[in-house]
């Protein structure tokens, strides 16, 4: 087994395509072809919506995104949030079994904040929201909406002939 190992060990690998011949005699290339490189999409507009309970994380998170952003160069819209929170009530009794006058009441509020950010190219957006998603805080949801810029078909390009 020892003797098995050692022969492996000084065999040379097999180098079938590296240095490939034509019928000419000519060495050829034959490193993978690269793809001519796609041209990136373009975005109008990306709305973030965030959620969470407490309003001071999510006014200091604001501050945080739109700083990457003017760090990017992307250019920053509207930022704003509702006046009112989302009340969510819910209403148990006290005992499962008796007392229906004795309740409990339990109140989720969930506060909401929106930004806006313009003219982004794919990698650039790509990038940032990979970026603000590994850093946002516990308890917060975020909620990403892009539209994206597209060319007008060839069919709607050219005006109607005339009758």
């Known amino acids: ?20 011949t034509t019928s000419s005699g000519t060495q050829a290339n034959l490193s993978p072809a690269t793809p001519a490189p796609e ?3 373009l975005y109008r507009k990306l709305e973030i919506e965030l959620r969470g309970i407490d309003p001071a994380v999510l006014k200091s998170y604001t501050w945080f995104a739109t700083t ?21 009530r819910m209403t148990l009794l006290k005992s499962v079994h008796i007392y229906k006058k004795h309740r409990v009441q339990y109140e989720v509020r969930t506060h909401f904040r929106y930004m806006n950010f313009h003219k ?17 805080p516990e308890g ?4 990403a909406s892009r539209t994206e810029l597209q060319q007008i078909p060839e069919h709607l390009r050219q005006p109607p002939e005339q009758v």
């Open 1 to 20: 087994m020892l003797q098995a190992l050692k022969t492996l060990r000084w065999a040379q690998p097999v180098r079938a395509l590296s240095a490939a």
């Open 39 to 41: 041209p990136d999409k």
């Open 68 to 88: 990457a952003a003017e760090h990017l160069g992307i250019e920053k819209g509207k930022c704003w949030s509702p006046r009112k929170a989302h009340h969510e």
């Open 120 to 136: 982004l190219t794919g990698s650039t957006l790509d990038t940032f929201l990979e970026y603000i998603e590994r850093n946002l």
């Open 140 to 143: 917060v949801a975020l909620q």
